[in-house]
T-cell receptor
């Protein structure tokens, strides 16, 4: 079974600085998807960024980027120019490709990010 | 706004009772997933429906059941509730290989 590990239960960063959240996963598949979701205190689950395993280029969404190392099964999230609104729980998630929408997301335990003013 | 609607937002009930959580997926999404989020277990996959049919089961208790109706909305039924069932229950939907879009969750408190 696929597993996702986030080894940092908590992280903190100063406003305007850069922080990297770690994620490793275990799979025997060659094709899959990886995601980072953000859960602020409002508890809503918000998609931050998505990476397809067959793409070598790392995904980027504004201040958010990933470092995808397929051989090492590592998928870290870098947040640049951190803002107070980035404070949240961040979940790394894995999913196999689907035919007919039948694959579930497997989540890590999460990393709580605090942004200090 | 993700487009996924969950009702109610909060639910407080007593042990032994039964509740129904409702989810309306994003327009056009055929797959509906239910997740349970608790402090000790994290985000646990419960069950998935695709176009009205059950597709996958995760760590769902026998006291829990779900269904997806012809209009694609879904309901999660929780019965014989125990204190340990207190959690945040999320519904999520997607179409094909698109990312999962989550509702705002239903906070269930069992007293």
């Amino acid at each position: 079974a696929q597993t996702v590990t986030q080894s940092q239960p908590e992280m903190s960063v100063q406003e305007a600085e850069t922080v990297t959240l770690s994620c490793t996963y275990d799979t025997s598949e060659s094709d899959y998807y990886l995601f980072w979701y953000k859960q602020p205190p409002s508890r809503q689950m918000i998609l931050v960024i998505r990476q397809e395993a067959y793409k070598q280029q790392n995904a980027t969404e504004n201040r958010f980027s990933v470092n995808f190392q397929k051989a090492a099964k590592s998928f870290s999230l870098k947040i640049s120019d951190s803002q107070l609104g980035d404070a949240a729980m961040y979940f790394c998630a894995y999913r196999k490709p689907t035919q007919g929408g039948s694959e579930k997301l497997v989540f890590g335990k999460g990393t709580k990010l605090t942004v200090n003013p | 706004d993700s487009g996924v609607t969950q009702t109610p937002k909060h639910l407080i009930t007593a042990t032994g009772q039964r509740v129904t959580l409702r989810c309306s997926p994003r327009s056009g999404d055929l797959s509906v997933y239910w997740y349970q989020q608790s402090l000790d277990q994290g985000l646990q996959f419960l069950i998935q429906y695709y176009n009205g049919e059950e597709r996958a089961k995760g760590n769902i208790l026998e006291r829990f059941s779900a269904q997806q109706f012809p209009d694609l909305h879904s309901e999660l039924n929780l019965s014989s509730l125990e204190l340990g069932d207190s959690a945040l229950y999320f519904c999520a939907s997607r179409l094909g290989n698109s990312p999962l879009h989550f509702g705002n969750g239903t906070r269930l408190t069992v007293t």
